[in-house]
C-alpha cells in the first residue's frame, strides 16, 4: 500500500500538459527545447539595459532587432512556466500546434521554487524563435504568471526598478 501511496504522489508532483494529440492529430508541432532556434536571451536583456538605462521608450519589434533576434514576427507571446496548451492557444489564436516541453516550475530547494519561461515569437500563426527568460532577468518587465501577447508596434517604456535602476515594461 506504501508503494501504491508514494507512486501516487510523486505522480502528483509532476504536471503534465494532457492529453497529448496523437501525431496523426497533430498537423503541426512545436518543441520549446529545440536548441537551434533559441535566441539569445544574453542580447535581448543586453539590448533591453540599453533601453532601460537611456530612459526612452523603445517597440519591442526594435529592440529585438538590435537584439539580433527573428525578423518578420508579428507576435510576441510571454509563456511563464506552467503554461496550458490551452492558455497558450487562446491567447495566440493557435489551434493546430501541439506544443512540446512547454515551461515548468522547477524547485532549487524546499523554499525556493524557479518560474523560467519563454518568450515566443510568432510569424502568421506560425511559432517562429522561443527565447529563454528567467525570473531574475533584470531589464524586461513582463507578467511571468499568464500568457501575454504583444506585437512589433508594443511601446515598452523604463520603469523605476530598484537602486535607482529601469526595467521595461509595456505602456499602459
Same mark, same amino acid.
Given at each position: 500500500?506504501?508503494?501504491?501511496?508514494?507512486?501516487?504522489?510523486?505522480?502528483?508532483?509532476? $504536471?503534465?500538459?494532457?492529453?497529448?494529440?496523437?501525431?496523426?492529430?497533430?498537423?503541426?508541432?512545436?518543441?520549446?527545447?529545440?536548441?537551434?532556434?533559441?535566441?539569445?536571451?544574453?542580447?535581448?536583456?543586453?539590448?533591453?539595459? $540599453?533601453?532601460?538605462?537611456?530612459?526612452?521608450?523603445?517597440?519591442?519589434?526594435?529592440?529585438?532587432? $538590435?537584439?539580433?533576434?527573428?525578423?518578420?514576427?508579428?507576435?510576441?507571446?510571454?509563456?511563464?512556466?506552467?503554461? $496550458?496548451?490551452?492558455?497558450?492557444?487562446?491567447?495566440?489564436?493557435?489551434?493546430?500546434?501541439?506544443?512540446?516541453?512547454?515551461?515548468?516550475?522547477?524547485?532549487?530547494?524546499?523554499?525556493?521554487?524557479?518560474?523560467?519561461?519563454?518568450?515566443?515569437?510568432?510569424?502568421?500563426?506560425?511559432?517562429?524563435?522561443?527565447?529563454?527568460? %528567467?525570473?531574475?532577468? %533584470?531589464?524586461?518587465?513582463?507578467?511571468?504568471?499568464?500568457?501575454?501577447?504583444?506585437?512589433?508596434?508594443?511601446?515598452?517604456?523604463?520603469?523605476?526598478?530598484?537602486?535607482?535602476?529601469?526595467?521595461?515594461?509595456?505602456?499602459?
Amino acid at each position: 500500500m506504501l508503494v501504491v501511496v508514494s507512486a501516487a504522489a510523486l505522480g502528483a508532483c509532476v $504536471r503534465q500538459d494532457k492529453p497529448l494529440a496523437l501525431p496523426a492529430d497533430c498537423p503541426r508541432t512545436f518543441d520549446f527545447a529545440d536548441r537551434g532556434i533559441q535566441g539569445d536571451a544574453g542580447a535581448l536583456q543586453k539590448e533591453a539595459g $540599453r533601453a532601460a538605462a537611456a530612459g526612452e521608450p523603445i517597440t519591442v519589434g526594435e529592440l529585438t532587432r $538590435r537584439a539580433g533576434l527573428a525578423e518578420g514576427w508579428d507576435q510576441w507571446v510571454t509563456v511563464p512556466a506552467d503554461t $496550458r496548451a490551452a492558455e497558450l492557444n487562446s491567447a495566440t489564436g493557435i489551434s493546430d500546434v501541439c506544443w512540446k516541453n512547454l515551461p515548468q516550475e522547477w524547485e532549487i530547494s524546499v523554499e525556493e521554487h524557479v518560474r523560467d519561461g519563454r518568450y515566443l515569437l510568432l510569424r502568421n500563426g506560425v511559432p517562429v524563435q522561443p527565447i529563454f527568460y %528567467t525570473r531574475f532577468s %533584470t531589464y524586461l518587465s513582463l507578467d511571468d504568471h499568464k500568457v501575454q501577447v504583444l506585437y512589433p508596434q508594443t511601446v515598452l517604456i523604463p520603469t523605476p526598478h530598484y537602486a535607482d535602476k529601469f526595467h521595461l515594461t509595456p505602456a499602459p
